[in-house]
């Protein structure tokens, strides 16, 4: 079992490389998960990492190589021998491979290269054709293909023969002249006769994804069917590759991570937000910062232009931020819900006048509940009932009655926004919150002076 | 391959059930995925539904039924006969059958176990005794058992004998007096030699969770390791189920969704979008905007208490907004990404100074950069620089300074609230951008008016 946090692993190893007790420190690192050493050795120096490294059982250092950082796989294979470097080249993934070059500076991935088969280094350099985020740059050629016509027995045979070197074998692939024509489990296989053909029970009705589509789109199929691995065929329906479920894992956390930042005005980043320094993460920020506060200009100059309304009543000043708060988080909550429901695939352009009447209805609800509330909130706690210079029951419904619009007008815009991004092919999370929220402000000022104009003539 | 996306197919069902032309639908099913058929049925009348489910082929039947929704299952087991019901219970997953006793209305439920086997029946209670979000919920006991002295040979009959009922064959548990000692995959049983014992190629050093350990936890040992099952033990770490990847990839998504809905001020649905209703919509969404309604009185009552302040200087409201924008955006930035990062586990407790340390400079420079921008958007875009009645290089300073410190102050309040949440054990993502929001305000306005005081002398 897991006996230690990475922390706790840390500092163990640590201590035992102080002590130079080699003979402890290779049965520790028997014990451990290569991808609990991995996180461990973080913070360690390079000839410390180098030397746990080489302490690791023969089957985990390709693990923990490959569960590293970019930072950390820099480190290993710069201190690698050529041999040690050889060796986890043939023993990862073509994807991981693919990544890892990706990764890498320059005059690394020349060593990487120099020190890889030519077949493979063929194969890496197919996979970075693909465009970034394309199911062709997620798979790897790494499957186990059978034939209609083989039995059973011939295909576990080739199993056991090719398997080692297969991402998955517990999916196989069937395919006729290059074309991918079934797939079979090894499940069926295990409970079949082992006469029995591959045609026989191979599944027909199979999902496949094409190398151009998103991945986003590839990781959302495995959500949808439940498999541990989906084929990827090229446009004439020939496989290429398989994507495994752990690869649509990593993409479905990114993705919601992307969307995240997106909607918190953040320009997506790559790393964790640990290992990002001062500037990356100020790099992120600093662009829709200055956009917003830039943008408020509308807000500025719609206040200036009431500047002589205001001066005659104050206290109206009081309220814009409470009005326009709650028309950005109407409208926030809404935007939110859409890009959300987009993402997942809940919510599609087609339903976009079902969402329109939704979104009416809650919002009328809403503004429904809010608006008396407000009124209450301003006649007693702000306590605009024992105003002497105005009228406060007026204000309060000034007040009360904007805020029943603005909630109206902001979920319009929220649901609307996103939709409309998606149609014109722009992000929809990036028409999230701040960006609604500067239009919002806009509007519900505009509401409030027009509301405040007709009641209390100003 | 999938030819009909799921509105076609629906459209092609609706049009073959309408001509009755059994056969022809017949033949549909046969080359559809069951998951997409669940799909396609849905607003179909009961009657027809029933009719479509009665001709699928048997072995995709039990797979709609799971993929199907609530309310989709309700009507299916409705017009089920006593016959199919018991088929259906039969075929599916114990934790499955869990999930469906907890979703359906009594009387549906009675009826539901009266069509199951004691056995199965137990088994089922079992697993609904466990907590909502912990790992026994989410668990299925059906998993392959092996014991350490077994050789490959027997351990592959016991596969063929059991396997059809368990959730996966892929990998084994290796149980000593039902205490779990290893696990061992099919394809390492697969290249051993068939008089292998299993103790031989077992793993020991395994990752297990325990019954009463957080879904969410769960979820990210998938994520960190990379397998397709991990175990679940019970205190005397006794084995007691396995959580298949499938389950993992679900809960990643509805934690992703929830964080989502709380950090735009959504009480957390269950449903999709398109399937809540409008006053279940409005329930989620009314406690937050009334609560940030009435909590934005202490912006009101800052703003009224400088009341003779601004009144002597009007200007200054104009850029109340984009004061309290910048600092609701700054703040929501670095509060966004640290509850990301909690949920991720990229970020941990005990790096809060180093997030504090890492903040406050990116705080700086976001500021050093935001604030120069301001006060020449202020003097030319504003025009304050050709203001006669004010000094307007005064009122642009007040503002740019003012933003400068926001920045720093929301970045500070964002960045330590979720942490203080985690800390006191309440939900980082409820502290999240509207609440911050809140504070933002009102500490931007009592800045903003601070430094219009001492600057401007008003």
């Given at each position: 079992m897991n006996e230690f946090d990475s922390h706790e692993l840390h500092e163990k190893i640590e201590e035992l490389l102080?002590?130079?007790?080699?003979?402890?420190?290779?049965?520790?690192?028997?014990?451990?998960?290569?991808?609990?050493?991995?996180?461990?050795?973080?913070?360690?120096?390079?000839?410390?990492?180098?030397?746990?490294?080489?302490?690791?059982?023969?089957?985990?250092?390709a693990d923990l190589f490959v569960a590293a950082d970019p930072e950390f796989q820099e480190v290993l294979v710069k201190g690698f021998s050529d041999v040690e470097l050889r060796a986890v080249m043939d023993e990862i993934y073509l994807d991981d491979a693919a990544d890892l070059i990706e990764e890498m500076p320059a005059n690394v991935v020349a060593r990487i290269l120099?020190?890889?088969?030519?077949?493979?280094r063929k194969s890496i350099n197919a996979l970075l054709l693909y465009p970034e985020d394309s199911a062709g740059s997620l798979m790897t050629p790494e499957y186990v293909s059978l034939y209609p016509?083989?039995?059973?027995?011939?295909?576990?045979a080739r199993i056991r023969r090719d398997g080692v070197d297969k991402?998955?074998?517990?999916?196989?692939?069937?395919?006729?002249n290059r074309k991918l024509v079934g797939v079979v489990s090894v499940r069926s296989m295990l409970v079949a006769a082992s006469g029995t053909k591959i045609s026989e029970i191979m599944h027909q009705n199979l999902i496949a994804v094409e190398t151009t589509d998103d991945k986003e789109f590839?990781?959302?199929?495995?959500?949808?069917?439940?498999?541990?691995?989906?084929p990827v065929v090229d446009r004439e329906q020939r496989l290429v590759g398989i994507v495994t479920i752990d690869d649509a894992l990593e993409v479905m956390e990114d993705e919601a991570t992307e969307d995240i930042e997106k909607m918190?005005?953040?320009?997506p980043t790559e790393k964790p937000y640990m290992k990002t320094g001062v500037f990356a993460t100020y790099a992120k920020r600093i662009?829709?910062?200055?956009?917003?506060?830039?943008?408020?200009?509308?807000?500025?100059?719609?206040?200036?232009?009431?500047?002589?309304?205001?001066?005659?009543?104050?206290?109206?000043?009081?309220?814009?931020?409470?009005?326009?708060?709650?028309?950005?988080?109407?409208?926030?909550?809404?935007?939110?819900?859409?890009?959300?429901g987009l993402s997942l695939g809940d919510v599609e352009l087609r339903d976009v006048w079902r969402i329109i009447w939704k979104e009416v209805r809650v919002a009328i609800v809403c503004g429904l509940t809010v608006a008396p509330v407000a009124f209450l909130k301003v006649l007693f706690i702000d306590r605009m009932l024992w105003a002497t210079d105005i009228n406060g029951i007026l204000v309060a419904l000034v007040v009360s009655i904007t805020l029943m619009f603005t909630i109206v007008v902001s979920k319009l815009i929220g649901c609307t926004?996103?939709?409309?991004?998606?149609?014109?092919?722009?992000?929809?999370?990036v028409m999230a919150s701040p960006f609604i929220t500067t239009i919002v402000d806009a509007l519900a000022l505009l509401l409030y002076f027009g509301v405040a104009s007709s009641i209390l003539h100003i």
């Open positions: 102080e002590q130079k007790n080699i003979k402890a420190l290779k049965a520790l690192l028997a014990e451990v998960n290569p991808v609990d050493v991995a996180e461990a050795l973080e913070g360690l120096d390079e000839k410390d990492i180098l030397l746990t490294y080489r302490l690791l059982p023969k089957e985990s250092a120099k020190n890889t088969d030519a077949e493979t016509s083989m039995t059973v027995e011939e295909a576990f991402e998955t074998v517990y999916t196989c692939y069937v395919t006729e590839v990781a959302s199929q495995f959500q949808k069917y439940g498999y541990l691995a989906i918190a005005a953040i320009v662009p829709w910062l200055l956009l917003l506060m830039i943008s408020a200009t509308f807000t500025s100059q719609i206040i200036n232009s009431f500047e002589s309304a205001l001066a005659s009543c104050i206290v109206l000043t009081g309220f814009i931020p409470m009005i326009m708060d709650t028309g950005g988080n109407a409208g926030g909550q809404a935007s939110v819900t859409i890009i959300r926004l996103p939709l409309l991004a998606k149609k014109i092919g722009f992000d929809p999370a």
